[in-house]
Nanobody, 127 residues
């Protein structure tokens, strides 16, 4: 049974930082590209960041580029999202997702490409 469990969400003031972590189990983690998405009630799920199977290959949504950093630790089966210079518009539920990938270098920003999802963690940025 595949599980993705996010942690690290919370309340932070604008300009502050948070680090989200996602722990994966029940899958061969190194065979999956990993992604972070976020969603605000009433809006579509938004792509935040992704990292290919091969560490170091990353891609970010325009709204977070330069502020957020995604990283993975394959031996520990974890993927993190370091969020700096947070803004009130970053407030959302953040989801971790796994995308089975044959290629070590491929990644996707499309939520439909992801096979497994976590339950989400709330991030609230106050102004």
């Amino acid at each position: 049974q595949v599980q993705l469990v996010e942690s690290g969400g919370g309340l932070v003031q604008a300009g502050g930082s948070l680090r989200l972590s996602c722990a994966a189990s029940g899958l061969s983690f190194s065979l999956y590209a990993m992604g972070w998405f976020r969603q605000v009630p009433g809006k579509e799920r938004e792509f935040v960041a992704t990292i290919a199977r091969s560490d170091g290959i990353t891609y970010y949504g325009d709204s977070v580029k330069g502020r957020f950093t995604i990283s993975r630790d394959n031996p520990k089966n974890t993927v993190d999202l370091q969020m700096n210079s947070l803004k009130p518009e970053d407030t959302a539920v953040y989801y971790c997702a796994a995308d089975y990938s044959i290629s070590s270098y491929a990644f996707s920003s499309r939520s439909a490409d992801y096979d497994y999802w976590g339950q989400g963690t709330q991030v609230t940025v106050s102004s």
